[in-house]
DNA sequence: ATGGCCAGTTATACTGGA
């Protein structure tokens, strides 16, 4: 089974990238964020007709996630992160697919810090590790997936830190926060396959960063420990960055094996 | 230190992104 993770940047511009995506690729499973666009802007339609179901929280101008599965539809879990019945931003999706747990998240920016917005950014990844314990400890096998909006290391997830010293996404709050998340037990499932080989997941728009492989690694793909011997591979659809209107991220996947969970299938 | 590029908005300049 194949699982992916893609910030579409626009789900109304993109969809002509996100179908063509979908028909070439063809995951079992897409997570996706940003839809910027409201609950009754989601293009089901267009998606059933690919075979996919889907389950989506828009919210209008930004933020909105979606899972889709070409396994029959997602069945819901929770709508949104516990922890904060105040917060109304549309960043966090669980479901179940075929016994498999999976959480589709898009962490917030934090962008510019200090201030409320980073503030805001690590009340949310507290929230999000609090939650997670739960999900990492789970006896059924869990895969949390998203645009994180984190850089977890100067020397392999982005092309060169100089520039981006005071961003919130390479501040040592928010690499702190998710050195906490995956020392309880998840494993990073690109980094693990990839230990030394600088692999990225975004291209910002400016001063042709895309064509000079000028990224980052921001969207990830974690396994709990028993999802984690599932793993057979873990890649990135860079093609789909190089095309006309494209998302400034690109899909992000894993190959799970999962006749290796504990008891077969 | 700044700004470069995008998408969306009840738009024709702004916010948010990262």
Same mark, same amino acid.
């Given at each position: 089974?194949?699982?992916?993770?893609?910030?579409?940047? *626009?789900?109304?511009?993109?969809?002509?990238?996100?179908?063509?995506?979908?028909?070439?690729?063809?995951?079992?499973?897409?997570?996706?964020?940003?839809?910027?666009?409201? =609950?009754?802007?989601?293009?089901?339609?267009?998606?059933?007709?690919?075979?996919?179901?889907?389950?989506?929280? *828009? $919210?209008? !101008?930004?933020?909105? @996630?979606?899972?889709?599965?070409? #396994?029959?539809?997602?069945?819901?879990?929770?709508?949104?992160?516990? *922890?904060?019945?105040?917060?109304? #931003?549309?960043?966090?999706?669980?479901?179940?697919?075929?016994?498999?747990?999976?959480?589709?998240?898009?962490?917030?920016?934090?962008?510019? $810090?200090?201030?409320?917005?980073?503030?805001?950014?690590?009340?949310?990844?507290?929230?999000?590790?609090?939650?997670? #314990?739960?999900?990492?400890?789970?006896?059924?096998?869990?895969?949390?997936?998203?645009?994180?909006?984190?850089?977890?290391?100067?020397?392999?997830?982005?092309? =060169?830190?100089? !520039?981006?010293?005071?961003?919130?996404?390479? &501040?040592? %709050? !928010?690499?702190?926060?998710?050195?906490?998340?995956?020392? &309880?037990?998840?494993?990073?499932?690109?980094? !693990?396959?990839?230990?030394?080989?600088?692999?990225?997941?975004?291209?910002?728009?400016?001063?042709?960063?895309?064509?000079?492989?000028?990224?980052?690694?921001?969207? #990830?793909?974690?396994?709990?420990? @028993?999802?984690?011997?599932?793993?057979?591979?873990?890649?990135?659809?860079?093609?789909?960055?190089?095309?006309?209107?494209?998302?400034?991220?690109?899909?992000?996947?894993? %190959?799970?094996?999962?006749?290796?969970?504990?008891? *077969?299938?």
């Amino acid at each position: 089974m194949r699982i992916a993770t893609f910030n579409v940047n *626009g789900i109304r511009t993109r969809l002509p990238n996100l179908l063509a995506w979908l028909e070439r690729e063809r995951p079992d499973v897409a997570c996706l964020q940003e839809l910027k666009a409201g =609950d009754e802007a989601f293009p089901a339609d267009a998606l059933r007709e690919l075979g996919y179901e889907a389950l989506w929280r *828009g $919210q209008r !101008s930004w933020n909105g @996630v979606a899972i889709l599965s070409r #396994h029959g539809p997602p069945v819901p879990v929770r709508r949104e992160l516990p *922890g904060d019945p105040a917060d109304d #931003h549309s960043r966090y999706l669980e479901a179940a697919i075929e016994g498999l747990v999976v959480a589709c998240l898009y962490l917030p920016n934090g962008n510019p $810090q200090p201030g409320p917005k980073f503030d805001y950014k690590l009340a949310w990844f507290e929230r999000l590790i609090r939650h997670a #314990h739960g999900l990492c400890r789970s006896t059924h096998p869990v895969l949390v997936c998203g645009d994180f909006n984190v850089v977890p290391t100067d020397a392999l997830d982005i092309y =060169d830190p100089r !520039s981006w010293r005071k961003d919130a996404l390479l &501040q040592p %709050e !928010s690499r702190a926060c998710w050195e906490r998340l995956l020392a &309880q037990g998840w494993t990073d499932a690109l980094r !693990s396959l990839n230990p030394d080989a600088k692999v990225f997941t975004f291209w910002d728009y400016f001063r042709q960063h895309w064509q000079r492989d000028a990224g980052m690694r921001i969207d #990830h793909l974690l396994l709990n420990p @028993v999802l984690a011997p599932c793993l057979q591979a873990a890649g990135v659809d860079r093609w789909v960055r190089g095309e006309a209107h494209a998302s400034d991220h690109a899909p992000t996947w894993v %190959e799970l094996d999962l006749s290796r969970l504990p008891g *077969g299938r």
